[in-house]
């Protein structure tokens, strides 16, 4: 078994692991565990190995697709989403029954476009079943962004044996056929929603034959690879422009549905010849392929195409897996913390919410900065005790008491390891903290232990049939004159046909593009009216209701004031309070007696897991959540959304790149305007009360420490990779050990300086979203860089993640400058009070400096070769010579791959150096 090809078509990456000395073998590092035992490669652009199912006879087939390793899919643009054609299908199908001995495609019926995204790839498995008695084999097509939820997208037969057809393509061009022009044709097609870039521009020629029959002569650009494709993808979706071109100019864009009876007879052509024909009765098409000699190439017997909208298009396009619920499942352990633990009940308040919840918010604010200033410098922990803040398996909720998760939520992220939530039925008595705590967040019901965690919302779960807006109803947008509120009332009006809309904002007409906007809006049919009006001014909201016969309501109003816990005033609170939970607490009250079609609140992921830096933010957004399990409980219509990040501007303020950057390396990246309103629109066809619609890239969170990867994403990703690196790695997840063994081989204290110096460096350069060290000056002030109270704290939590020191959040202010923290480290890393490194061996010493050696040499090619022979000899030759037991040592020519990869986990759980 050619085993780099298979990885390879796993997405693997190669790399060489100089601790191994295994015959100088290579090793692949595996983005996803798989099982490969009996796997075979395949030499295809689109699949990269098959393994047979011993049990069935059937074969699971793997491959990948992304931009980077097939660009010409950028090309096919159907209504402003990248697919992989259907024709792409039609060539994976093909493949596989080649590889089970199958000539032909029975039937071959597409369930949900494959849809390729802009960045990373998107797997594929092609799953054949077993031979049945008279030959036939089932086949389906599945994709995936994370390799964990699938989507089927084709399914149908394949068959052993095939007809060869008649072809009269050997005259050319066509006998009795009157030329078509083609002049424009892409233009004309880019009108209807086909935005086709070169590789799709394969149209050259075209005739027609009476009413039924049309021809055309395609090609692919020079320089496209066709010799390893059946038929390339490409190629043969230009074979069928001619039927779009013919067809009507004014209709919606058609997909292909159904291809019956394909068969491929000849592989590799590069430029071909097509007839079209319409079927006698029916509404199919019978398609004949020949090369530019006249010989067969393919045929299909009945090809179906049906209409596509732009909103079935990104309801399929992955983004549902985009689409989390937030559940609470069995805690698995009770460890004991080892620092001490306090116990801090939160009080209840009397009043409607609002007040309840400023009461309530108040005196939690004060009692954690008074705590926090009390135990700054230890590592006491502040267990914060709530009751009903959270809803189990659809409780109702203490509207007063929710907000406080959100609060210590950012408190807690903002200083890690110093906070514990825990909250309690009604009657539940406080237990005993050191008996309960295994997570930061704890639900205790009926004795158990419950942890958050999300869970993808199943795609069954989205009812299609359901319309998420009614075009009659009139809709009450609050902040809608910007921002979010200004993409939703063009959604409403382009995509649902809605014609009447409330939009208010504190300004109303003055505001900055609302004249714009409603203009723009007028355009296509709808009746605007813009009000000034501050929704948490009750008065003011109410007399808006008053005119307007208001059937459907969005609350996007709001405002940001980001700082740390520490910071924050109830005035500051307040700020951020206001439009948010009295604005949607007015609403709630307000339109009680109105037969509402939807009640939609936008809350975001900021009171979940990115609180840090937010928590007056974060503590008005789970009041949201709650609201809305709140009016769920009552049978009152609600849409709760915690969205992540998105690419389009919220009206909250511009994101700094770093800010970006931060949030792809937690594995968070933003979400298009697209798919933020599909899922606004399949949230609405749940009937859940409250989702959390974010990208989520597991790759990224995989990189990642577990102990820096938040509880609520644990879930969804599978066990991070093991991190063999250094202690300049942002956030090793060793306690600083690695960087005291490394510290330990040094012999001169400028090299010990130089270390921590880079590591600091380092890690100033990751949190900037600067690309590496060489970016920051170490004597320059961190005001300077940039850096403000967020960005503060997490340099403060990376370097307490890289040197196990118990740093404080006013590091970064204490010592200005990356050379002032580097002082710091090395003063605490050489006081009494930790533990004592170990002292570096002659031998060490010298590994080290050859490390350094190394890591600082450019080679050309020529020495990178030679140097990269003598070491792995060396390596080899001193793990032979003086390995302390050779008696154990394991024969991998006679393991299994499954055996192989023990053998390699064992190997880096118990060699990996520092």
Known sequence: ?????????????????????????????????????????????????????????????????????????????????????????????????????????????????????????????????????????????????????????????????????????????????????????????????????????????????????????????????ASRFGVHPALLDAAMHVGLVEGDDDGAPELPFSWGGVSLHRAGASALRVRLSHRDGGDGTEVLVADETGAPVLSVANLASRPVSAEQLRGSGGHRESLFALTWTKATHRPRPEAPVEVY??????????????????????????????????????????????????????????????????????????????????????????????????????????????????????????TPWDPASTVLITGGTSG????????????????????????????????????????????????????????????????????????????????????????????????????????????????LSAFVLFSSLAGLVLAAGQGNYAAANVFLDALARHRHRAGLPVTSLAFGLWEADTGLGELAEADRKRMLRMGLPALSRAEG?????????????ALAPFRLDPAALRERPADRIPGMLRGLVPSPRRRVGGPGVAGGGDDGAGLRRRLATLTDDAERDGLLLDLVRTQVAAVLGHDGADAIRSDRAFKDLGFDSLTAVELRNGLRAATGLKLPATLVFDHPTPAAVADELRDQLSGGDQEPTPTASPLEAELARLEAALASATPDEEVYGRVADRLRALTAGWLETHRPDRSEETDLASLSADELFDVLDGELDTRSAP
């Open 677 to 689: 309103l599909a899922l606004l629109d399949d949230a609405l066809r749940t009937r859940e009360p």
């Open 345 to 466: 009940e939160v009080p209840r308040a009397a009043g409607d919410a609002p007040e309840a919840v400023r009461l309530v918010l108040g005196e939690v604010l004060a009692r954690i900065q008074e705590w926090l200033a009390d135990h700054g410098k230890d590592e006491a922990r502040l267990a914060v005790v709530t009751r009903r803040a959270v809803a189990v398996e659809g409780e109702d909720v203490d509207l007063g008491q929710a907000p406080v998760w959100g609060l210590v939520r950012a408190a807690a992220a903002e200083n890690p390891g110093r906070f514990l939530l825990l909250d309690l039925d009604d009657e539940a008595t406080v237990p005993d903290v050191t008996d309960v705590f295994d997570a930061p967040e704890v639900a205790v019901r009926g004795g158990e232990l419950l942890v958050p965690r999300f869970a993808r919302v199943p795609a069954a779960a989205v009812d299609e049939a359901l």
């Open 1 to 225: 078994v050619d085993w780099g090809a298979v990885f390879a078509g796993r997405g693997a990456r190669r790399v060489e692991l100089p601790t191994y000395a295994f015959q100088r073998r290579r090793y692949w590092l595996i983005e996803q565990p798989t099982t490969l035992t009996g796997a075979d490669s395949l030499d295809h652009p689109l699949l990269g190995a098959r393994v047979v199912l011993p049990d069935t006879g059937g074969a699971v087939f793997t491959g990948r697709l992304s931009l980077d390793a097939q660009p010409w899919l950028a090309d096919h643009d159907v209504l402003g989403t990248l697919l992989l054609p259907g024709t792409g299908l039609v060539e994976l199908a093909l493949q596989a029954a080649h590889q089970v001995g199958c000539e032909a495609i029975d039937e071959l019926t597409l369930e949900a476009p494959l849809v390729v995204p802009e960045k990373g790839g998107v797997a594929v498995r092609v799953v054949v079943g077993g031979p049945e008695a008279s030959g036939p084999r089932t086949i389906e097509i599945y994709s995936s962004l994370d390799d964990e939820t699938w989507t089927r997208n084709a399914t149908g037969g394949i068959v052993p044996s095939a007809t060869p057809p008649s072809s009269d393509l050997g005259v050319w061009p066509p006998a009795d056929a009157t030329p078509l022009p083609v002049d424009g044709a892409y233009e004309a097609l880019l009108a209807r929603g086909y935005d086709y870039g070169p590789a799709f521009q394969g149209l050259r020629a075209a005739w027609r034959r009476g009413d039924d029959v049309v021809f055309a002569e395609v090609a692919l650009p020079e320089g496209a690879e």
């Open 484 to 595: 979010l509120g200004a993409l939703v009332a063009r959604h409403l009006v382009t995509a649902h046909g809605v014609r009447r809309l409330v939009l208010t904002s504190r300004r109303g007409e003055s505001a900055p593009g609302a004249a714009d906007l409603r203009a723009e809006l007028a355009a296509q049919g709808a009746q605007v009216a813009i009000e000034a009006c501050d929704v948490a001014d009750r008065a003011a909201l109410a007399g808006v209701l008053a005119r307007h016969p208001v059937d459907a309501v969005v609350h996007a109003a709001g405002v940001v004031d980001n700082g740390l816990v520490r910071g924050l005033t109830p005035e500051r609170m307040d700020a951020v309070l206001r439009p948010k939970v009295d604005g949607a607490w007015n609403l709630h009250e307000l339109t009680a007696g109105r037969d």
